[in-house]
Antibody
Framework: DVQLQESGPGLVKPSQTVSLTCTVTGISITTGNYRWSWIRQFPGNKLEWIGYIYYSGTITYNPSLTSRTTITRDTSKNQFFLEMNSLTAEDTATYYCARDGGNLGRWFAYWGQGTLVTVSA | QIVLTQSPALMSASPGEKVTMTCSASSSVSYMYWYQQKPRSSPKPWIY???NLASGVPARFSGSGSGTSYSLTISSMEAEDAATYYCQQWSSNPPTFGAGTKLELK
């Protein structure tokens, strides 16, 4: 079964950079026609897509976040990563990694449990 | 980007009652997707390609629509259906979500 698990620091100071890891089990991130995404949910529950890394390695970002977001991967560990810099309190959110549906549509068919990132001094 | 507007934002239903919530897109989309979320849990995939139920979703749920207007219907409300439901499109980048409809049990 496909499973995703986020990990990260929890608390980050304003202006700093957060690095999050998504560990995937049950499938290789380099196989299939899948997009591996980062999504965040703010307090108040608004959902925002951050970007994805395709199975081929191609990366696409949300234009609103592209200037301070980097997505990478380590295929040997079957992990992909999110780095976001210049954080402010408005970046406080639960960050999820997710996989799309492949041939079953461009939706988020698998989600991790989420990791809360709080930006505070 | 395509803006999705869900209505109502909040609704309540009694057991056995029929429930319908809508999602309106600012531009035409090919398909709509739906998620169910309960407190302290990740969104659960619920309906894909507008009208297909995800694995484990009860048959009392259905989805329909086309173009800019989509809906999710529960034929007969049950207590376990109380949750927040989000619609999502990915006809164009970036994929976007609606703000959610919170469904409460009356």
């Amino acid at each position: 079964d496909v499973q995703l698990q986020e990990s990260g620091p929890g608390l980050v100071k304003p202006s700093q950079t957060v690095s999050l890891t998504c560990t995937v089990t049950g499938i290789s991130i380099t196989t299939g026609n899948y997009r591996w995404s980062w999504i965040r949910q703010f307090p108040g529950n608004k959902l925002e897509w951050i970007g994805y890394i395709y199975y081929s390695g191609t990366i696409t970002y949300n234009p609103s976040l592209t200037s301070r977001t980097t997505i990478t991967r380590d295929t040997s560990k079957n992990q992909f990563f999110l780095e976001m810099n210049s954080l402010t309190a408005e970046d406080t959110a639960t960050y999820y990694c997710a996989r799309d549906g492949g041939n079953l549509g461009r939706w988020f068919a698998y989600w991790g449990q989420g990791t809360l990132v709080t930006v505070s001094a | 980007q395509i803006v999705l507007t869900q209505s109502p934002a909040l609704m309540s239903a009694s057991p056995g009652e029929k429930v319908t919530m809508t999602c309106s897109a600012s531009s035409s989309v090919s398909y709509m997707y739906w998620y169910q979320q309960k407190p302290r849990s990740s969104p659960k995939p619920w309906i894909y390609l507008t009208s297909n139920l995800a694995s484990g979703v009860p048959a009392r749920f259905s989805g329909s629509g086309s173009g800019t207007s989509y809906s999710l219907t529960i034929s007969s409300m049950e207590a376990e259906d109380a949750a927040t439901y989000y619609c999502q499109q990915w006809s164009s980048n970036p994929p976007t979500f609606g703000a959610g409809t919170k469904l409460e049990l009356k």
